[in-house]
């Protein structure tokens, strides 16, 4: 079989001689009892790049020796580019949500051969879940590998914005001691009102660790949490979006991205928030609107905005969101720490074994399968594509 591997390219000196640290700590298993991917080899390093082009997921070795072929490239936008070369014949394609290789309807009928789009990483938005329905093409994810990964994202960004981090730290890199600049935009989070849209894996995580700040604690999501959980939480449940916004200090975005979502933070949405809040959004950059948050920060209706999620990946350079007053944007990390590289590369192989031998993919990392949202694609998505405008990812341009 022909496996296509869409990577993020490697680091520009090229790839570490050593790393920081030398080991990664154990984890047995995920909160809510789920097991860790567990395929039944490895040939990588857990710790070491493997999101990258060189990394090549850690797969060359095992997919070779199985008589397989695996391409693998960072060249995915654009007319002419490698990926839709190789997309025609294969069999398989492998892409990250931090580097997505927009799987559009355009591109899925090109495929003829194509069984299987797997995202190493959560969130498969990237594909057109439609069209990969109609085609009878699998989507799989590595559901669980970096969402406690992104959680912690979310508490930094939150913790860092409402300080005002970045400031403080941009006035040392600069030689200043002006104290008074470095807090004019600086709180505490305690007693703050901190809501999530969306109470999933990620979503619930963000909640539990925000917890011993001592703060109060909101949500709004499709399913209902159990009892138990929103008395530990002492969580108020909201029953729409605009009934969490308008309370909240702090609203952080952690659903997928589908027709639903898309573009749910625009003008309307943020008008109804509270005045001064702060919006961090590490789920997908499309569920808000680019122009309206930018124009929301000018104006202070919002105080700031954090996240790591664009579109389309990779931002082009003149994307507003670079530059608004007020964001502390990262480029699309929290979910590929090094830690959680080696989770989803573990993940990726035990689909493809799964696959190799015919055995079922576990039913917690299926999206789409058969021609129907299935599993966590039934719980969480809805039918539809969210890929529109992705051609604007050939517009970046490195530097
Ligand atoms: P999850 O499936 O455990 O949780 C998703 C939650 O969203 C579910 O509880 C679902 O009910 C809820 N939901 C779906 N549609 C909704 C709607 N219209 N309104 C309210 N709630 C809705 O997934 P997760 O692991 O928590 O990941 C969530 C998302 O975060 C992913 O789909 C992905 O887009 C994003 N993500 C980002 C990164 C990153 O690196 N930044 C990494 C992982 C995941």
């Known amino acids: 079989m022909k496996i296509l591997c869409v990577l993020y390219d490697d680091p520009k000196g090229g790839m570490p001689k050593s790393y920081a640290l030398s080991e990664l700590p154990k984890i047995e298993k995920y909160p809510d009892g789920m097991t860790l991917p567990s395929p039944k080899g490895r040939d990588y390093t857990p710790g070491q790049l493997l999101g990258c082009v060189s990394g090549e997921l850690g797969l060359r070795k095992f997919l070779e020796s199985n008589g397989h072929e695996l391409v693998v490239t960072n060249s995915k936008d654009g007319d002419g580019c490698e990926a839709d070369k190789h997309i025609v014949d294969a069999d398989i394609v492998i892409s990250q949500p931090f580097f997505p290789y927009y799987l559009t309807k355009e591109r899925i009928a090109k495929a003829k051969n194509l069984k299987m789009a797997i995202t190493a990483g959560i969130g498969s938005d990237h594909v057109d879940l439609q069209a990969a329905m109609d085609n009878k093409i699998d989507v799989v994810e590595v559901t669980y590998c970096n969402s406690?990964?992104?959680?912690?994202?979310?508490?930094?960004?939150?913790?860092?914005?409402?300080?005002?981090?970045?400031?403080?730290?941009?006035?040392?890199?600069?030689?200043?001691?002006?104290?008074?600049?470095?807090?004019?935009?600086?709180?505490?989070?305690?007693?703050?009102?901190?809501?999530?849209?969306?109470?999933?894996?990620?979503?619930?995580?963000?909640?539990?660790?925000?917890?011993?700040?001592?703060?109060?604690?909101?949500?709004?999501?499709?399913?209902?949490?159990?009892?138990?959980?929103?008395?530990?939480?002492?969580?108020?449940?909201?029953?729409?979006?605009?009934?969490?916004?308008?309370?909240?200090?702090?609203?952080?975005?952690?659903?997928?991205?589908?027709?639903?979502?898309?573009?749910?933070?625009?003008?309307?949405?943020?008008?109804?928030?509270?005045?001064?809040?702060?919006?961090?959004?590490?789920?997908?950059?499309?569920?808000?609107?680019?122009?309206?948050?930018?124009?929301?920060?000018?104006?202070?209706?919002?105080?700031?905005?954090?996240?790591?999620?664009?579109?389309?990946?990779?931002?082009?350079?003149?994307?507003?969101?670079?530059?608004?007053?007020?964001?502390?944007m990262t480029p699309h990390t929290s979910g590929t720490s090094l830690t959680a590289q080696s989770r989803y590369a573990d993940g990726v192989r035990e689909i493809l074994e799964c696959f190799f031998e015919g055995k079922e993919i576990r039913n917690q990392y299926l999206i789409v399968k058969d021609g129907q949202l299935a599993g966590m694609g039934a719980h969480s998505y809805s039918k539809g594509s969210a890929t529109g405008g992705s051609e604007e990812a050939a517009k970046y341009k490195k530097k």
């Open 148 to 328: 406690r990964s992104v959680a912690e994202h979310i508490v930094m960004m939150i913790v860092s914005m409402v300080r005002d981090y970045h400031n403080q730290h941009r006035i040392v890199n600069e030689g200043g001691w002006n104290i008074a600049d470095a807090v004019q935009r600086s709180y505490d989070v305690e007693g703050m009102h901190i809501g999530t849209v969306a109470a999933g894996r990620i979503g619930l995580d963000a909640l539990r660790k925000m917890k011993p700040f001592d703060v109060h604690l909101h949500y709004f999501d499709r399913h209902k949490l159990p009892d138990s959980v929103e008395k530990e939480l002492n969580l108020t449940f909201h029953e729409s979006v605009e009934s969490m916004v308008k309370v909240c200090d702090v609203v952080t975005i952690n659903c997928p991205l589908h027709p639903e979502t898309e573009n749910l933070f625009d003008d309307a949405m943020i008008s109804k928030m509270k005045k001064g809040a702060y919006i961090v959004n590490t789920a997908r950059g499309k569920i808000c609107n680019r122009d309206a948050i930018a124009k929301a920060l000018k104006s202070g209706q919002l105080s700031g905005y954090a996240g790591d999620v664009w579109f389309p990946q990779p931002a082009p350079n003149d994307h507003v969101w670079r530059t608004m007053p007020h964001h502390g």
